[in-house]
């Protein structure tokens, strides 16, 4: 296709004067081109093809034993006033920023190809949608980019001879973890990502774009980008749709997924899919808010899933998948630790070196066959639960958000805000428990507001505010609501069984958010009374709905301290909304101690 737009030309033709590649490919997205690269890909090492009878179309690939998750401290926002950053986000000076790379860069693409991918994030040509183009050295992201976007001709026609579009450059360089920089110029619409090949790093649509720089543009513009999932709920006819934005290792795919469980079964439950990880909201012209996914594909965390935890996940990943540091078995299958049926009796674990079950390290310790953050790439259009609605070009109205951590005490089951503004204050004090899979200490409270800490590409001041103001632009807000799937009881054991069960929280979410269900008021919130959640088929240990639902006063006062900390590094720039929020709550807390 001939390139008609002046000022993508002259990018492109830049940076190939600056990163000197042997040639530059625009990559057009047909079927053809697909099969030709994972073909190169092949030969030059870089994937290898499974055992195509059990996993048509699918691939292994391994990236670099340094370079298996995103890096939060080489991630920066540069723009031109550090203040716009704010606390929570590194920053550069924009030009030290470009100088940096362009020091990497230089000649770092001699002897490969320059691939040119431009891509829609969201339906081409729908409202929602935004395009950005990317400029990649490596096969392995423009793979992966095919599945996880729209890409090729029909964007680029859709982008005409003078459309906006996020400059996405990337260059793998010489990998080296110490010279790994992943740049966003927010006031440049722009992103420079050097040093790495991981898909959080590389795959600049997913978190670069369609949440950092996407979160900036949606304050400018009166609209959100959020780490959320977007879920429908069928019943009589009917589809209502919720998201719901949880920190990592809080079960988002699987709750995007979910089944419903046997119990509610006779009440004729459909869930529909219409993403796992991204949501952008803008107001309808019905006064409501809708939600689209932005993405066409799912980059999900393999261990863990299996057919129990995520039965449509395991049925998402049956063909066309890249599989990245997982376990490959010398049966050209794969594998993961809390994945599906016994491991091979050898293969080729995530760090390439020889691996068989029971693999024990010097200090007898058990070797992984796949890292933690392993991952599978599939087409979102695989998922049996995807939702007709998923590509529609308008997105899907929603009745109801969620906020959720990982607290093993404090919060309940389910609490429902008492307003928008409410809301947002739950929303901005989510903080999770880190897993033993996360680095640092197990048990540890992370303050993670709207699980966008590691995402929002401006002040989380302004961002709290951004979201007050939504409240008033919105004439029919969604409700807002915080779970917490992960209570312990006094033995130490989970409460709540999780996964499809879930969906018994959802139904009451849901009823509320159409002024039905039954709810307490307590200090925090409204929990649903113990008789208002829809239990059929399901037993808990005695007593432990009651402790699901249990508000303690003298936990919470406890919370707010941090809560208030944590406030506090926002300065002027924090809303006084959200103080106010706060010191409601405590009002009510220390009203109910004294009672
Ligand atoms: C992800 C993440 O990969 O949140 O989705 O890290
Ligand atoms: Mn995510």
Redesign the pocket.
């Known amino acids: 296709m001939d390139i008609t737009h002046a000022k993508l030309k002259a990018w492109v033709d830049e940076n190939a004067r600056l990163c000197r590649p042997d040639q530059v490919y625009w990559v057009d997205g047909s079927e053809a081109e697909r099969a030709r690269l994972q073909k190169r890909a092949v030969a030059r090492g870089f994937l290898t093809p499974l055992d195509q009878e059990r996993f048509p179309g699918s691939y292994y690939g391994r990236s670099d034993r340094n370079d298996v998750a995103?890096t939060e401290h080489q991630t920066f926002i540069c723009s031109r006033d550090k203040a716009d950053a704010g606390p929570t986000n590194n920053w550069l000076p924009p030009q030290e920023g470009y100088a940096k790379s362009a020091e990497i860069l230089k000649d770092s693409m001699a002897g490969r190809t320059m691939y040119v991918v431009p891509f829609s994030m969201g339906p081409v040509g729908s409202p929602f949608s935004k395009i950005g183009v990317e400029i990649t050295d490596s096969l392995y992201v423009v793979l992966n980019m095919l599945i996880m976007t729209r890409a090729g001709d029909k964007v680029l026609k859709q982008l005409g001879r003078d459309g906006a579009f996020t400059k996405c450059l990337h260059s793998r360089a010489d990998l080296n973890p110490d010279r790994r920089l992943i740049l966003h110029f927010p006031e440049d619409d722009a992103i420079v990502s050097v040093g790495s090949a991981y898909?959080?790093n590389a795959l600049l649509g997913k978190?670069c774009l369609a949440l950092r720089i996407a979160s900036w543009q949606a304050r400018q513009e009166g609209w959100l980008a959020e780490?959320m999932l977007i879920l429908g709920v069928e019943k009589d006819g009917r589809t209502e749709y919720v998201t719901a934005a949880f920190p990592?290792a809080c079960g988002k795919t699987n709750l995007a997924m979910l089944i419903p469980p046997q119990g509610l079964k006779a009440k004729g439950y459909k869930i529909w899919t219409v993403g796992d990880?991204i949501a952008w909201l803008r107001v309808g012209p019905d006064g409501r808010l809708w939600a689209c996914n932005p993405e066409a594909g799912f980059?999900g965390v393999a261990p863990g899933t299996n057919s129990k935890t995520n039965p449509n996940a395991m049925l998402t990943m049956r063909r066309n998948t890249i599989f990245t540091n997982v376990l490959l078995g010398d049966d050209l299958g794969v594998w993961w630790e809390d994945g599906e049926g016994a491991p091979p009796a050898s293969g080729v674990n995530w760090e390439g070196k020889p691996w068989r079950p029971g693999l024990k390290d010097v200090e007898g310790k058990p070797v992984l066959g796949a890292h933690p953050n392993s991952r599978f790439t599939a087409p979102a259009a695989q998922c049996p639960s995807i939702s007709p609605k998923w590509e529609d070009p308008e997105g899907v109205p929603i009745s109801a958000m969620i906020f959720g951590g990982r607290r093993q005490r404090l919060a309940p089951l389910v609490f429902e805000s008492l307003d928008w503004s409410h809301g947002v204050y739950v929303g901005a004090s989510v903080a999770s428990e880190r897993t033993a899979a996360a680095v640092g200490k197990v048990g540890e409270v992370r303050r993670d507001p709207m699980a966008m800490i590691p995402f929002c590409g401006y002040n989380m001041g302004d961002y709290f505010g951004h979201w007050l103001e939504m409240g008033r632009r919105i004439p029919k807000p969604p409700k807002i609501f915080h779970v917490n799937w992960f209570r312990k009881g006094a033995d130490g054991k989970f409460l709540w069984p999780g996964y499809g069960e879930n969906l018994r929280v959802v139904e009451w979410i849901l009823s509320r958010a159409r002024g039905e269900g039954k709810a307490k008021e307590t200090p925090i919130g409204r929990v649903p009374t113990p008789d208002a959640l829809d239990l059929t088929g399901l037993s808990l240990a005695p007593g432990a709905v009651e402790q699901l639902l249990d508000v303690r006063p003298e936990d919470w006062t406890a919370e707010l301290q941090d809560v208030r900390r944590f406030f506090d590094q926002f300065g002027d720039r924090l809303p006084a909304e959200m103080r106010r929020q706060l010191d409601a709550l405590s009002g009510r807390l220390k009203s109910k101690v004294a009672a």
Do not use: A, L, Q
């Open positions: 995103r898909g959080g978190k780490h990592s990880d980059f």
